[in-house]
């Protein structure tokens, strides 16, 4: 429990993002499947931009909503 590491695995990764996945071989120790997280950190950044343009939007509608309400 002290040693805990986190990460993707990388046979799971591979199906929604292979450019990020190098394949590995037959033999797990010889050939192990590897994750470039280079690769995925642009992906991530994006989709915090996105999650955060989402949010903003959904503020500007909240605010929106409640001006209208208090006017009536």
Not at 25 to 40: A, H, I, R, T, Y
Not at 48 to 53: D, G
């Amino acid at each position: 429990p002290e040693h805990r590491q986190m990460g993707f695995i990388a046979q799971q990764l591979y199906e929604h993002c292979p450019q990020a996945v190098s394949k590995g071989g037959e033999d797990p120790v010889k050939g192990p499947w590897m994750v470039s997280n280079g690769q995925l950190t642009p992906l991530i950044v994006r989709s915090i931009q996105e999650q955060n343009e989402l949010i903003e939007a959904q503020q500007k509608e909240i605010q929106a909503l409640q001006a209208e309400k208090e006017a009536m």
